[in-house]
Every structure is written in C-alpha cells, then in structure tokens.
C-alpha cells in the first residue's frame, strides 16, 4: 500500500473516509483500534471497526457517528420490554454484522478474516485491518477502579475522571498478519485524529506494530485531535484535564514524540507552528463537510510525501 | 395445579391457548418439548416455547402459526447482505427473546429460570415449564444420515423421508425441576394435538417424565393430532406413511396405548369411536377460531373429569 492510517472511531473515521476518496482503493490500508472491542450478549462488538467499516460503505448515520443510516430499533424495544440491558444500542440491521462476525470467529476465523469477508459482502473497496486478530480490552482506570471501555464510553458516558489505562492482552498480542503486506512499499502512515490515549496508543501498544511501522521507512504524520484547547468528539480533552496535562495540540505532539516525523496542526493552534520537536503543517482540521474531509486528507497526504522527499 | 398440559408447537399451542382461557391461570402448567431447540448464531433458541409463549402473551403471529405479529424483518435483510445463512427466520423482536434467554443461560440460570422471566416480563399468568433443564435435542433419521430437527423442519422443508427419530442427551436428562409442583394435586393430564413423534415422544423420553405423569394418579388424555387420515399441521402424516404405519387417529392412540386413559377422535374419525383400547371421546377438533379452541379446551376438560370420577 502506498499509505497506511490508524484510527479509532467517530474522529479517525472523517479524516479515513477522506483518505479513501482522494486515493485509489488500492493505494490506502487502515489499521484499526480493537481495544474498544468487547462481547455483549455473546456478540463480539468491534465498534471502532464497524464504525469505518459503514462510514466507507457509505452506510453510516453521519448525525451519531456510529452505527447505520437506515437503521430500525425493534430489537432494543422488544430488550426493553423483556427487562434486558440496553445501555449499548444496538440496531436491527447492525446486529446482522455482529451476528456475523461473531459467526465466523466462532468457526474459527480470525478477525482479520472475518472483517475482509464483512468488508467485501459491503462493497468496501479499502483494506480495513484490525491491529491484532488476539484480544487486547482498554481498561480505563478510574478512581472508584477500572471499567471496560464500552462501559466507561456508552453506558457511563465518560464521567468518571479517568486516573490511566491499560490495554488488557497487549503483552502476548501480535499485529494482524496483514500488516505486513500492507506495510509494503509504503510511503506514508498517518495517524488519524482520533483519541491518543484510547485509540490509538492501544494500536501502538501491540508489540511489534510501532517497530513495524518505524522499519517501513515511510514518515509517520498525526493529525492532531485537539483544536485550541479542545476535543474535536469525545473525551480527549477531558481525559488530558483529568490526567494532568494541558489539553492542548502540543500535549498531543509531546505524546507521540519519537514516533511522528510530522504533525498536523488546525489553523486555530497555528501559533504553535515551528515550536513543536517535530515539523508541523497547519491546516483547517474542522472536518463538517465531506470537501472538508478530502482537502484535510489531500494537505495531509501533501505534507507526508514532502516529509519524505525531504521537502520540509 | 389442577391440569397439566404436554404440548409441542403450532398444532399443540392452539389447544394450549384454548385451555388457558377456559381456566383459571393458577389451574393449568404446560409442560413444552425442547427437543426443537437449537443453537443458532450462538442463540439457544427454543422453538416450541417460544411459540407457546407468544401465543400465551397474544403476541404470536396467527398466520404464520410461529413468531411474533408485530415484527419486522431488518435484521434479516441486512444478514442477507452479509451473506449470511438466513434459512432460520429471526425477527427483530423475535430476537430479543433469544438473546435474553441465550444471556440468562450463559450466566447461569437453568432454562426453567429463563422462561420463568420471559414469560413474566411479557405478562404471561401460566406456567410454562421446558421439558427438562438439559439439552435433549432431536435428530430426524433419514436415508442420507441424521439430520437435526430445525434443519429438517425449515431449511430442508421436511422433505426427507424419515425412517426414526433420536432424542440426543435424553437419557442423561432430567425432568424441569418445577414438574413436581406443577403436578402437585393434578386432575388431569391433557396430551395436546401435537406430533407425537417429534413433539410429544421427546417428552415422554426425559427418564422419570413419564413414570412422575403417571404417579399422579390424574387420568391423561391425548388429543388426535390426526384427523381423517390427515395431519391437521405440519408432517405428522407424512412420517407415519414414510414410517409405515397407517396415519391414522387409531394409530396415534395405539402410539400412546399403556400411557393414556382416553383419546379423542375427531368427529371424521367417529367410526372409530368405542373400537379403540381406550375409552374415547368424540369432539370438532379442528381448531380454526378462537371459539373452537375454547369448545376443544371445555370437551376434553370435561372428558378428563369423566374420566377422573370413572364416569366413562
């Protein structure tokens, strides 16, 4: 693949879904965050997966971010009337997909395996990986102890002040064997502006991906996910305030010092442009339209490959 | 209570639901066949319950005779996109139950305690007991090999030529713990117009089922599930004829002879009333409204009371 990004979700998702419309299909791999996975009623839920997997199949609800756009809620009505749990909601047709995949890892297939054959049957042209077919589960500590991460995110709606994380099975994980192929020849990897601490750190924390991505030669770029002091979606913000740290882009830079050879900057933080350890580009990062989405995934692309011509 | 009912599915729900509405709730228990059930995308589902209960709940879809009235089919659709297998029809609603039920297992109730909570949340006053808490699951026996129940039933369309039937995990099963209540000071015992082979038959295969219906000292009475020679639902009559046996109500009542203490023909078969081993009883047994359900429900009460006093 000629480029490679990491994401998490809902924020990952736009700069993803970009990427996939101003590259060829065959130019373009994403590796995605499985430490928000869990299993809930036996379904494995892989909900940063699925979020990509329908914003390129062109089959997500853009006003949740998650789930589909032509979606029924029958099922949850009829959990609510048997007195089940339903703090995750889970779609009609969304459960089709869970169903599935939940299938096909019981007969034995790997999640990347499951995930091509679900990508396929959608029409998506792209390569969507997971960053591992082995389970890691970001756990978020929290002062009262640690909760799951679906549980922290939906069902507690990230109130409780977050003290750390920890991404459960990381140690004895392996990257998805697909990596590798799509590691091939590349010539860039960027790091979409999702969460730091909850979608992507828990990509990186699989041995053997971070130096897999440094030995590819190809300059890592990350589109930072905070704009003059807050979170684009979600808790990062709030997760940085809680942790200590100044919820500010320079905060995120400092975080992925020593792995990004570039970072994207919005224009609202372009007074931070040449102070940071590593080249910057601004940019407008604000992505509300899908044009928004194209021209931040084209400047971002723009800036990579002057990063490795030596341009910058 | 006062009368416990044996019942399968569609055929055997109708006089089910007769029998509820001509008595009280805390007078009648009903004791449903599990060897239908099966694990279906990691769901146990459980065919003939659930449509005992959703007849029971007035939820069934009266047309179909299984399922629930109120469904849609979204989840089927989008499974189908998948490319998943979608020979078992699941509900969007219908979904719920399974997945409630599929949960309280996994988390440790018995199948008792998970009917017992799906019937309360859906307002159901009878009880409704499984068979057995173990797994007892049928296999069809036809002349390409053994073939499950459900995927006789409704992938291959009951097409296969049968030639018997096995109750896997029978003879290791035993009864629902809660048959002993339900047949505290039973008056009668009622066999409903059920297959007897695939419906009725695993029942009575459950170690100890048969001998605990007959302790009770209550008269048990079957009603013919065949009526002029046909099956009124399902393939009762087709089996016997690929069996080899005439499907005929007398044969039915030879199928039950040495268990039952009377039988009742339908007014077709009235030729054979008083020719039998048994005492029998001639009523409409065809159960087209909800009038004739309750008219079934009062003559074979009445019958069982007969029987009872020794007035027959």
Redesign the interface.
Known sequence: MAYVALTGGIGGAKLALGLARVLAAEKIAFVVNTGDDFEH???HISPDMDTLTYTLAGLSNPEAGWGRHD??W??????D????ETWFRL???????H??R??ML?QGATLTQATR??TD??GVRQRIIPMSDDPVRTQVHTASGPVAFQHYFVRDRCEPAVTGFEFAGAETATPSPDLATCLEGCEGVIICPSNPFVSVDPILAVPGLRAALQASGAPLVAVSPIVGGAAIKGPTAKMMGELGVPASAAQVAAHYAGLIDGFILDERDAALDGTLAMPTRVAQSLMVTLADRERLAAETLEFVNALRKGAV
Chains 1, 2 share one sequence.
């Open positions: 009623f036996g379904l979606e029924s029958q099922f949850m009505a009829a959990l009337e048997l007195g089940s779609g009609d047709r969304d459960l089709a997909l169903v599935t939940t299938q019981s054959r679900i049957s959608l």
